[in-house]
């Protein structure tokens, strides 16, 4: 068994139970991927670690790439595929293997959005966008930030670690939705009384724009998972620094909404 199919088997209980199609809007998606742009996908073969249902692929296979490939260890891949069929873009395969374990002979670019974070061992995650990057190609990540996120991890964190050993459907509807709910007014009130001292304020700003069902869907996201790391600028920096393979002076560390780091660059050619 791979060590982190625990991980990926709450997962694909998950996105196996949401409805037909990507789960986020395309300007979600522009904004996980920024500062990569459309020509960074357009006629590029892309490779994403950890795709669940292919919400990310789907909006990727609008930006035309040469060919998509989608890698999870769960049984999502199967909403996966089906999602990505009803794009009507043909050129693309997932499959269902172990991330960290995953070769190939390189893609243009590789991304792992929302995935590190959730494994056993992170670094052994970013150690997979590494070697499946071609040489002279780009990479691009996105984990939960230590930093900003006080608040889920000595509040949210702890529930978790006990409903994630509930049935799915016990911890969606009779965990997530209300403590959704309380954050759903929590993040309004703020926003609207523009209170930016509080927590998680920049994440509310963004959140608010959506409805209370993206709000479920990402408290379930939160609670669901038996594994979930927070981490600091120090560590990705730690990472990036470390592989001789990076191009040191195309990396980049963005702060996102307050409480999650994107960054990414390209392998040296």
């Not at 889920?152 to 209300?178: E, G, Q």
């Amino acid at each position: 068994m791979a060590k982190d199919e625990k991980t990926a088997s709450a997962f694909a209980s998950s996105w196996n139970n949401l409805p037909q199609g990507s789960v986020y809007t395309a300007e979600q998606f522009e904004d996980w991927f920024a500062p990569l742009t459309e020509s960074d996908i357009t006629d590029r073969r892309v490779l994403e670690l950890g795709c669940g249902n292919g919400s990310l692929l789907v909006h990727a296979a609008n930006w035309k790439p040469s060919h998509l490939t989608g890698v999870d260890l769960g049984d999502s891949v199967r909403s996966a595929k089906s999602n990505l069929e009803e794009t009507g873009f043909r050129r693309y395969e997932i499959l269902k293997e172990d991330l960290t374990a995953f070769e190939s002979d390189g893609f243009d670019l590789v991304y792992s959005i929302g995935v590190l974070h959730h494994l056993k061992d992170p670094l052994s995650g970013f150690q997979s966008v590494i070697r499946n990057t071609r040489a002279g190609g780009r990479f691009h990540c996105w984990v939960y930030a230590e930093e900003g996120n006080s608040l889920v991890i000595y509040a949210v964190d702890p529930i978790r670690t006990v409903v994630s050993n509930f049935p799915w459907w016990f911890t969606k509807y009779l965990v997530a939705t209300p403590l959704a709910f309380v954050y759903f007014i929590y993040a309004h009130l703020i926003v609207k009384l523009r209170l930016s001292s509080m927590p998680l304020f920049e994440y509310s700003k963004w959140i608010v724009n959506r409805e209370f069902s993206f709000f479920r869907h990402v408290a379930f996201d939160q609670l669901v998972t038996p594994q979930t790391s927070y981490l600091n600028k120090k560590t990705i920096e730690k990472w990036l620094a470390s592989d001789p393979a990076i191009d040191q002076e195309s990396t980049y560390i963005i702060f996102r909404n307050g409480n999650s780091w994107k960054f990414g660059g390209k392998k040296r050619s």
